[in-house]
């Protein structure tokens, strides 16, 4: 099994390492400091559940590792309609595509039977320039659990968590799917095939979807936000208003907000990836996880206020702090260039 990680940051790296230490054929594709650092001393991973080092190859050139079985997609949402040079030359005929994103994916509607089924999101598929590189059939959905973050370059430290649910679009029990869960498992991972993996990204984008946004706008933290009993409200507004969408799509997601509260304060004193790109001075991811939903809403008819003033206040202020492309709506926005992370 041949395996490219697309951006081998924090989560890729680790999930390679994953990958290569069971066993698989891992090409990490990186750049700058972190790519010269993994050449030289291999991918050393910092975890609770026990340190380790792997090596696998590492290059900056997808044309030196040719097509493979499956590409991980480690990229930001944002970036995946101009990856094209990246994945380009990875990809063969029966290629799978695992994006490792955060938020609603450019293939939700794909195969989704019902009103809506084909349906284009613009915020995350704008003009079907996602559609156009990533081709909605190769894609096997994700829905990453793992909390890690990069100690230094080529340093990956593994907070928590090791579940990467996966499933088809489709919601078949797929022989590509299969083949992937073994060999993660087999790299100690835990990989359940989900037949309904929609319900698992509105569970990940009920936190998503409350805390980030929230996160830039207050500077605070996650067991901050959850313990001021102001902010506490609002995020359970805005899960209230995610389910909702997410019941007019036909998804009921198995998890109570009181238990979703729970799990995101016992992450205590952490700064969300939204919150962490802001203070960067990083583009904001808030494409795929509030612009996505908002536009949901609108195809739905849902209210959705909460979501709705949070979302036109995290876009002006990606604007105003220099962290949006354009001075749009906050529903497309597109690089000139992919970014490896």
């Known amino acids: 099994m041949r395996i490219a990680v697309v951006g081998a940051g924090a989560i890729g790296a680790y999930w390679g390492a994953a990958l290569h230490r069971g066993g698989a054929d891992v090409h ?5 400091d972190n790519l010269r650092a993994m050449q030289k001393n291999g991918v050393r991973v910092l975890s609770p559940r026990g340190d380790f080092v792997a090596h696998p190859h590492v290059t900056d050139s997808p ?3 040719g097509p493979v079985d499956y590409i991980f997609l480690g990229l930001k949402a944002h970036s995946y309609p101009t990856c094209g040079p990246l994945v380009e030359p990875l990809m063969g005929p029966n290629t799978a595509v695992v994006a490792a994103q955060n938020g609603i994916p450019w293939w939700y509607f794909y195969r989704l039977a019902g009103p809506f089924e084909g349906h284009r999101i613009e ?9 156009a590189v990533l081709a909605p059939e190769r894609a096997i959905g994700c829905v990453v659990y793992p909390a890690t973050v ?3 370059p080529g340093v990956v430290r593994h907070l928590e968590g090791t579940r990467f649910s996966i499933g088809e679009p489709s919601g078949e029990l ?6 992937l869960s073994e060999a993660m498992i087999a790299g100690g991972l835990k990989c359940p095939v989900e037949t309904n993996l929609r319900d698992d990204i509105w569970i990940k984008l009920m936190g998503n979807v409350a805390f980030n946004p929230l996160s830039a706008l207050t500077r605070a933290t996650m067991v901050e936000m959850c313990q001021d009993p102001n902010t506490r409200q609002v995020v359970i507004q805005l899960m209230e208003e995610t389910l909702d969408i997410a019941a007019r799509l036909g998804c009921t997601p198995d998890i109570s907000i009181e238990k979703r ?5 016992n992450v205590g004193h952490h700064k969300t990836s939204m919150l962490q790109d802001l203070e960067a001075g990083k583009q904001l991811e808030l494409d795929a996880i509030v612009s996505a939903v908002v536009e949901l809403a609108d195809l739905t008819k849902a209210p959705a206020p909460t979501l709705r003033t949070v979302h036109a206040a995290t876009g002006l202020l990606a604007r105003t702090c220099g962290v949006a492309p354009s001075p749009g709506d906050g529903i497309v926005q597109q690089q000139p260039q992919a970014a490896l992370r």
Do not use: Q, Y
């Open 28 to 32: 990490l594709i990186a750049r700058n």
């Open 63 to 65: 044309a030196e590792v």
């Open 123 to 131: 915020a995350v598929d704008p003009g079907g320039a996602t559609s």
């Open 150 to 152: 990069l100690d230094e």
């Open 174 to 179: 797929s022989e590509r799917c299969t083949a």
């Open 261 to 265: 509260l729970r799990g995101a304060e």
